[in-house]
């Protein structure tokens, strides 16, 4: 009876461990959503510009159900455009977790807005 017991006390705190763990997005899904900006920089402004020096300003939850996760972030270009100088250029995140506890990003500022955040 003691086995059965630890078993289930172990599953248990295995499913709120999984759970914890997906509390908010992980590394990679960040990271792909930095590269969709790289490579609009390139398809917006040229092959020859590069974003860089990726700098989270703030994350946090957008509401009590933490389904919504945001993050302002800020980055660089590698060199200047016309006369912009190219730095600190603020862009933002937002994730949504889904029915399933995936994590998606439903808003990328550099995406949806292309050039015309990067020249503010």
Known sequence: MKDIFGI?????FVNIFMNCSNSTPK?????????IVRKNVQT???????????T???????DGMQNQYIINFAFDLNKKYLLYEGKNIPAKLLFEKFDEGDWRCTYNSVHVEGVLNLLK
């Open 8 to 12: 289930i006390i172990t599953i248990i």
């Open 27 to 35: 590394n990679a899904l960040i990271d792909e959503e930095y590269e």
């Open 44 to 54: 917006f402004l040229g092959a020859d510009y590069k974003a860089e020096n990726f």
């Open 56 to 62: 989270i300003i703030t994350e946090n939850f957008v």
